[in-house]
């Protein structure tokens, strides 16, 4: 294996365009791959089809490097890398809790039927703990005597902070079954590896269930303080202050415990899900039984916000305007897969209010899931004559409304500040009804 192997990313979504193009910044000469004609063509053409602080940047600087290409032909990418990175997509099943492993076996199965030679091929995607396997077999299935190996390297990156995360992760996990498979994985992260970052070299099982661990904890503890607000909404006590007072003990820590709305997006939620079904077909559904709780207090979140802003508007959103402020399941991003922003704002559509939709980048993505609603093309329009304004994803942009200046616009001070990022004490002051979750 060279020094500084070439490497193929498949799959150029969320993670795999970051992936791809952060690691031409670290000196590879990389080309990735989606099935995607349209992405691709975004991606030639230098444009990053989804938001991600940095990445337009980067891509802009490399694209005419000739060290950073894309395709949708598999024979170029088998003849190309040493070292593939298959970053597809593990949505949720339709009507089931287990992840659609569809795209991860296509996958797979593309690039082994076009190999040549020994190389390496490198899970990504998120999988439930199995399937790396069962991936090693096809390989050896479909590309045999070449000694093609599997390694699998989860993937921590945070929409919004990805690219951060991607040139200096806060460790690096290698799930191998050989000393060359560790040897090659390690030799295409030099980089990150001299930086000094943690390297924990597992098995496969290992390094599979090292992802849907570290998410069932953050969505815990999550959920764990929209629980303590639930039972502060019956106490009338403030859970904003509890969390302060219990993340100053270190062995909790402060982070992750904002209360509110609740997680989203294209991990949390379907990880948490696919872990619980995986973990019942390998009889050990108990150990995970929490995590239901877990899914159930944060969905209970939307119901509690749509049931707020219904109180605000004297029992019916029939006839009212409302704005929402937000549509992507959390700032800096435009995802709104699973969003919650996005699902309550379509749930007071359902009861007939007329939501007026605004968020800083995923109006277009929001749009395309819930054409219903209308879109506003800033906060101003979107606020402008409202009977309600409902706070759902907290961008800067919303934390630091003035609540004189958005009073003008509106036509009732009603507010549901769903993220918990308003001042109480400014907001009622201005002469606004502010309401929140686990907040008197
Ligand atoms: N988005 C994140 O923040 C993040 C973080 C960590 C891990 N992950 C995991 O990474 C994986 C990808 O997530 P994402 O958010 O990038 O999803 P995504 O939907 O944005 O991207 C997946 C891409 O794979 C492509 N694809 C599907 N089938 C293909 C095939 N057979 N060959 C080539 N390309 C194909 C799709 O066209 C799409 O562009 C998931 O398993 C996810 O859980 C995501």
Not at 41 to 64: N, Q, V, Y
Not at 216 to 234: D, H, P, Q
């Amino acid at each position: 294996m060279t020094q500084r192997p070439r490497l193929s990313v498949i799959g150029t979504g969320y993670l795999g365009a970051t992936h791809a193009v952060c690691m031409v910044e670290l000196g590879y000469e990389v080309i990735g791959l989606d099935v995607d004609q349209a992405k691709i063509e975004a991606l030639r053409a230098g444009r990053i089809p989804f938001f991600e602080p940095g990445l337009p940047e980067l891509l802009a600087k490399h694209i005419d490097s000739g060290r950073l290409r894309f395709t949708t032909d598999y024979a170029e990418v088998a003849e190309f890398a040493d070292v593939h990175f298959v970053c597809v997509g593990t949505p949720q099943q339709k009507g089931q809790y287990a992840a659609d492993l569809t795209y991860v076996e296509s996958a797979f199965a593309a690039l082994a039927k076009h190999l040549t030679r020994k190389v390496l091929v490198v899970g990504k995607s998120t999988v439930p703990a199995g399937t790396a396997v069962r991936m090693a077999e096809l390989l050896t299935e479909l590309a045999p005597n070449m000694g093609v190996e599997l390694a699998w390297n989860p993937e921590f990156l945070r929409e919004g902070f990805a690219v951060e995360d991607t040139l200096r992760p806060d460790r690096l996990v290698f799930g191998v079954h050989s000393e060359w498979a560790e040897q090659t994985i390690r030799s295409a992260f030099a980089p990150v590896i001299e930086a000094g970052t943690p390297v924990i070299v597992t098995d496969f099982a290992t390094a599979e269930l090292v992802k849907v661990a570290a998410n069932s904890f953050l969505a815990t503890k999550i959920s764990f303080i929209n629980a303590m607000a639930e039972v502060c909404e019956a106490t009338g006590a403030d859970v904003t202050q509890l969390a302060d007072a219990i993340g100053h003990d270190v062995r909790i820590g402060r982070k992750f415990l904002n209360a509110g709305l609740g997680f989203g997006g294209g991990c949390l939620p379907k990880d948490i899900r696919a872990f619980i079904a995986r973990a019942g077909e390998l009889g050990v559904d108990q150990a995970v039984s929490f995590l239901r709780d877990v899914d159930e207090i944060n969905l209970r979140r939307r119901a509690r916000t749509v049931e707020l802003g219904l109180d605000l508007n004297d029992g019916s959103y029939r006839g009212t305007q409302v704005a929402v402020l937000g549509a992507a399941f959390k700032p800096n991003s435009d995802d709104v897969r699973d969003s919650p922003a996005l699902d309550v704002a379509a749930a007071i559509g359902r009861r007939g209010a007329d939501v007026r939709l605004y968020d800083p980048e995923a109006n277009a993505n929001a749009r395309r899931l819930h054409p219903e609603l209308t879109y506003a093309d800033s906060l101003d329009e979107a606020v402008s004559g409202a009977d309600l304004v409902m706070l759902l994803t907290e961008w800067q942009e919303f934390r630091s409304m003035d609540p004189e200046i958005i009073g003008n616009k509106v036509r009732k001070r009603n507010v549901v500040d769903g993220r918990n990022v308003l001042d109480p004490v400014e907001w009622r002051g201005a002469g606004w009804i502010y309401r929140s979750l686990g907040r008197p």
